[in-house]
């Protein structure tokens, strides 16, 4: 299908292995996830090498996720959102950043990069009140992209999560998730009803959140579509 769109996540703790992956599998996804908060160690330097490896790509996200959101960075806070500032600095085609976090001390107005403003609840799906703040506090700041992904407990809150996919400006860019097993439904079904893009892990590879699809089942199911 023209309009369903993968984003592929790569995650290493070592800059080369992170590189390599890419290399290797950059023509299998729409997009890529480059997890920088899983790298061991950050320096500028890395991160401009790895820019210029990627200087053509427009497709490229990347994140430094904070730990309260599902992050492995292991540093202070400030040390994170001085990565994230040199990110938008180096212009990446996407990045993403907290909605908790976009507010603290980051310039995203001067650089060209398109944000991917999100919110992640790894316990529950809020209610349907709480859901539409949270996007509506998201549009006030006018990202490119909303990303929500909310744990799904139980089936009502698959329905909370499909509403959030529908009932949108058809214009406006959102990824809504739901994690955990009973949330995998929403990976699947999220590109048709709207989303931007889903995520998908390669198979031989460990889920980095809860209820991730491989990018074999996720192909699988876009051939059964076609």
């Not at 997890?35 to 320096?43: A, W």
């Not at 085609?93 to 980051?106: F, G």
Request: glycine content about 4%; overall charge positive.
């Amino acid at each position: 299908m023209k309009n369903y769109k993968i984003c592929l996540i790569l995650a290493e703790e070592s800059l080369e292995s992170l590189i390599k992956k890419y290399q290797k599998y950059k023509n299998l996804a729409d997009f890529l996830e480059l997890r920088i908060d899983y790298l061991k160690k950050i320096n500028f330097s890395n991160l401009k090498k790895l820019k210029k490896l990627t200087l053509n790509e427009k497709n490229i996200i990347v994140t430094c996720r904070k730990k309260e959101e599902g992050g492995r960075f292991n540093e202070d806070e400030d040390k994170r959102l001085s990565v994230i500032n040199f990110l938008l600095k180096l212009d990446f085609p996407y990045v993403d950043i907290e909605a908790s976090s976009y507010e603290n001390d980051l310039k995203p107005k001067k650089s060209k990069s398109k944000i991917i403003l999100s919110y992640h609840n790894f316990e529950e799906t809020p209610p349907d009140w709480y859901l539409r703040k949270i996007v509506w506090s998201m549009e006030d700041d006018n990202p490119d992209v909303i990303k929500i992904a909310t744990f799904v407990k139980e089936d009502y809150d698959k329905m909370k999560l499909f509403r959030l996919m529908v009932n949108k400006k058809f214009e406006e860019k959102r990824v809504i998730i739901g994690m955990g097993e009973k949330g995998k439904i929403t990976r699947f079904l999220g590109p048709i009803l709207g989303n931007f893009y889903t995520y998908a892990v390669l198979d031989d590879e460990e889920n980095i959140a809860p209820g991730q699809i491989k990018l074999s089942e996720i192909k699988k199911f876009i051939s059964l579509l076609t």
